[in-house]
């Protein structure tokens, strides 16, 4: 849809970001505290790929998660897009196929960007991916979980439970998560 192309296009250049500059979106946010990774390491990976793919982070998310994206951005070497709470899904689309590679935890949106055709990166942690993952060919979309033996337990909702007691995600380290972005960035 050439509108919601041209409100990324506008949106992005008031950043400073070029129209033929790379840029890999993040998607941080999702429906449950026990999807989430932790936020330091979303700001050193969006740095490191920054820096060794030479492209612009953009941080997205609804109203809700601009919270959790401006603490991740504070965290960053660089600065950061913040997209979070000024995209409808035409213009989400518009800014996932726009870009290199898109990451962030087991949610719709990720669900989005592999639809445009963008290769992806998605944390799972209670969700089983055999029934959620992406759609696509698996060199192009990565799923990575943790090997913790609940897992997939499909609980999405531990109340006030302490995150300590859910590692699924935070077993997921850095490196893994640095490795298939750049394997995803470099598929066909």
């Known amino acids: 849809d050439p509108v919601s192309a041209g409100y ?19 998607h941080p946010g999702t429906g449950t505290w026990v999807k989430h990774w932790q936020e330091d390491r979303w700001a050193d990976v969006a ?8 492209a612009e ?5 609804g109203d809700h998660e601009l919270a959790l994206v401006r603490r991740i ?23 996932f196929r726009r870009a290199r590679l898109v990451l962030g935890p087991d949610s719709g949106p990720l ?10 990166v998605s944390l799972f942690g209670p969700a089983d991916p055999a029934e959620f ?19 997939p337990c499909r609980v999405l909702d531990w109340g006030t439970d302490s995150p300590e007691f859910h ?22």
């Open 8 to 26: 990324v296009n506008g949106y992005l250049q008031e950043w400073g970001i070029a129209p033929d500059q790379p840029i890999i979106c993040i």
């Open 47 to 54: 740095d490191t790929l920054a820096d060794q793919l030479g």
């Open 57 to 61: 982070i953009v941080f997205t998310g």
């Open 73 to 95: 951005s504070s965290q960053m070497r660089r600065r950061a897009c913040i997209m979070a709470g000024d995209t409808r899904i035409g213009q989400l689309a518009a800014v």
């Open 111 to 120: 669900h989005l960007a592999a639809a445009v055709g963008t290769p992806t």
């Open 133 to 151: 993952g992406p759609w696509g060919p698996p060199h192009k979309h990565f799923v990575l979980g943790s090997d913790i033996g609940c897992r």
């Open 167 to 188: 590692p699924c995600l935070r077993d997921i380290t850095f490196a893994r998560v640095l490795d298939a972005a750049r394997r995803a960035a470099a598929s066909p």
